[in-house]
């Protein structure tokens, strides 16, 4: 539905709207299982490990609510460059930032993770 309006309204701006919504979708996925829950991060956890503790899947509902910041975050901040950025900003962004701060936001959990979680012998 997307690049059908991207292709009549055929205005650079919209077209480049494109990853903003692909977060909003992101957002939404993870946002949805805040409410009934299960939480993603929980769901995700539980193919490792069924019995979780109390604690844990506390942590697993805050880091889908920190992911569901990260996403809201990131597509208002490609919206904006969507239309007021330059191209070369949007592509940088969109094309390498965007994800090297995923990357960066993933791989800080997984280390606070093992710290936290750690598990004494």
């Not at 009934?36 to 942590?59: K, N």
């Not at 996403?71 to 969109?94: E, R, V």
């Amino acid at each position: 539905a997307f690049l059908v309006v991207a292709a009549i309204v055929n205005d650079e701006h919209v077209i480049r709207l494109g990853p903003a919504l692909a977060n909003v979708a992101m957002l939404l996925s993870f946002g949805r299982t805040l409410r009934g829950g299960p939480s993603m991060v929980e769901s995700i956890a539980r193919l490792r490990r069924r019995d979780l503790p109390a604690e844990v899947v506390t942590y697993c509902w805050r880091l889908t609510l920190l992911w569901c910041v990260f996403f809201g975050l990131n597509a208002a901040f490609i919206t904006w460059l969507a239309f007021y950025g330059s191209l070369a900003s949007w592509t940088l962004y969109t094309g390498l930032l965007a994800y090297l701060l995923a990357g960066g936001l993933f791989l800080a959990e997984v280390l606070y993770r093992h710290r936290r979680f750690a598990v004494t012998r």
